[in-house]
């Protein structure tokens, strides 16, 4: 934690809401075939391991900051990455909102934004970050998994 303050990541914002626009577009406007509304596991201690997970991974992607430099250009695959795994993402809330339900299509809802949060904190270099999205990635995957695959 000695290479870690706590402060305002304006990237980890964005970053964030970037990923959210489908799912604040779904609760509004739900679409009329909407399989998705019941995505929860059998067992509600995963859901709570979804969520705590979630808030946790969001809270250190926002407010703590790597005192690193991030002048590596290493680093820029994973935000080509991320950028890739967010087209992704949208076009399978595309695909879902023009009622193309195909188990696949559901599954890389669940995959795509985990493997961007990931992305994403291994762009900005926020180590400590990628521990509760992998918790979150493998919780929201598997119960994704066992519902609609």
């Known amino acids: ?19 959210m626009i489908p799912n604040v577009v779904w609760m509004i406007v739900p679409p009329m075939n909407n399989p998705i509304a019941e995505n929860s596991a059998s067992y509600p201690i995963f859901d709570i391991v979804v969520t705590v997970s979630q808030v946790t991974m969001i809270a250190l992607l926002i407010a703590l900051i790597p005192e690193e430099s991030r002048n590596s250009k290493s680093i820029k695959k994973y935000f080509k990455l991320a950028c890739f795994c967010l087209v992704g993402y949208y076009i399978g809330w ?5 009622g193309v339900i195909y188990p696949w299509i559901i599954f890389s809802m669940a ?7 990931i992305s994403i904190e291994l762009w900005l270099k926020n180590y400590i970050a990628i521990i509760p999205s992998i918790v979150f990635g493998i919780t929201h995957i598997a119960i994704t998994y066992s519902n609609y695959i």
């Open 1 to 19: 934690m000695k290479n870690y303050r706590f402060g305002f990541s304006l990237k980890g914002l964005i970053a964030f809401l970037l990923v």
């Open 94 to 98: 595309i695909g879902y909102y023009m």
């Open 111 to 117: 995959v795509l934004p985990s493997v961007y949060f």
